[in-house]
């Protein structure tokens, strides 16, 4: 087995070829060397299908290899390709660099050195400055919206929009709850953020300050349905302070898809008048407004909840009514607050409850986004499911 992974090493190290002499009709079965020292051997090529990118979608299917031919992970074995948006950061640089030279369809081998891989590091199962070897098929890609012929919009507070396709469903107007679908760009195309990555869409109620000005501005210029490209100055954005990975003074562009708008419903306060508050060992308040009749949480259940959060004075922080999307949680996981992972396993499905949280089961002596330190806080839930 030795001398054939020698010879093998052999013949692919003498049909390199620089990528800047790539030809324009690739080769299968052909070696081509990278700048960055990555060799890429196409198994199956069509340059008639899509290309991926900086930006892109994708979902590859792979197997991984050790140089001795020790497989070391496979995504056949678990019947689901890998997703990922090249640019992100969320694989390998030899991965982010190989598959975008790549087309839907095309297969390769992809012969990473250590300094494109893990490095001096080990992963796993592989060794510190392993060169790795790498089978893939990329099976789709989904490129950043094209603007390509569509025209930019320009508002009063210079917002850019490109409408991509358009949806058939209503206009989006500020005080709705919106479900969308996003991929945020910085200005050479590398994404910091994306829902899509995730397979989890954001709700978010428009008009409200909870997202930034050119997310308000730009979503009610759009319908449902809509795919739309926004282009956002840094002073609609987070001005000029550095928000995670998002540097000061940032332009930002968004791929978004408005998947549903719905009218926000206002939370009410329960009335909790003539109820028993009853008082925990913790020092946890608790008022049954409803008693339910499902299963009883517990920790390490999961459960569904409906909320709003108030301060003492009955001002709203919070609301998940609002919203219009129940929160899911594991109990017990440090998930949430103390007064919650307590307070919830002390209703069954179906309840309606409010908890009287004192500050050493909330935020404690920090203050939390709205939250000043020290803040006893007082929570409406609805226990919607336990599972």
Excluded at 65 to 79: A, C, E, H, I, W
């Amino acid at each position: 087995m030795k001398k054939l992974v020698i010879i093998l090493i052999c013949l692919i190290m003498s049909s390199e070829i620089s990528m800047a002499q790539l030809p324009k009709k690739v080769k299968e079965n052909l070696t081509y060397t990278t700048a960055s020292g990555l060799q890429i051997k196409f198994l199956k090529y069509n340059s008639k299908n899509t290309q991926a990118k900086i930006g892109s979608k994708v979902a590859v299917h792979y197997t991984g290899k050790l140089t001795n031919d020790t497989v070391f992970d496979s995504s056949y074995g678990r019947g689901k390709p890998i997703s990922f948006s090249i640019g992100a950061g969320s694989v390998i640089k030899g991965w982010e660099e190989g598959i975008a030279y790549m087309h839907e369809g095309d297969s390769a081998i992809l012969t990473i050195p250590p300094a494109l891989g893990y490095g001096e590091s080990a992963m796993g199962s592989i060794p510190a400055n392993s060169t790795l070897i790498f089978e893939v098929k990329l099976v789709s890609v989904n490129n950043p919206y094209d603007c390509t012929g569509k025209d930019t919009v320009t508002t009063a507070s210079g917002l850019k929009y490109v409408v991509i396709s358009k949806g058939r469903g209503i206009k989006v107007d500020s005080g709705m709850n919106v479900t969308a679908h996003y991929t945020g760009y910085f200005e050479d195309g590398k994404i910091f953020d994306s829902s899509v990555d995730r397979d989890e869409p954001i709700t978010i109620p428009i008009g409200s300050g909870k997202v930034i000005k050119g997310w308000d501005e730009g979503i009610t210029c759009l319908h449902v349905g809509d795919k739309a490209k926004l282009f956002i100055p840094y002073t609609l954005a987070y001005g000029e302070v550095a928000r995670g990975p998002i540097p000061a003074k940032s332009n930002l562009i968004f791929d978004v898809e408005i998947l549903k708008a719905e009218k926000k419903v206002d939370a009410v306060p329960y009335d909790v008048t003539g109820k028993d508050t009853l008082t925990t060992a913790s020092g946890l308040k608790y008022i049954i407004v409803n008693a339910g009749t499902g299963e009883q949480a517990a920790s390490g259940k999961t459960v569904k909840v409906h909320y709003s959060g108030y301060f003492l004075d009955g001002s709203l922080f919070d609301s998940s009514v609002e919203m219009g999307t129940p929160i899911e949680i594991v109990l017990g996981q440090g998930q949430v607050i103390k007064g919650w992972d307590e307070g919830i396993t002390l209703l069954k499905a179906g309840t309606k409850a409010r908890l009287i949280i004192p500050y050493q089961l909330g935020y404690g002596e920090n203050a939390y986004g709205p939250i000043p330190a020290k803040s006893t806080l007082v929570f409406d839930v609805e226990l919607i499911e336990v599972k």
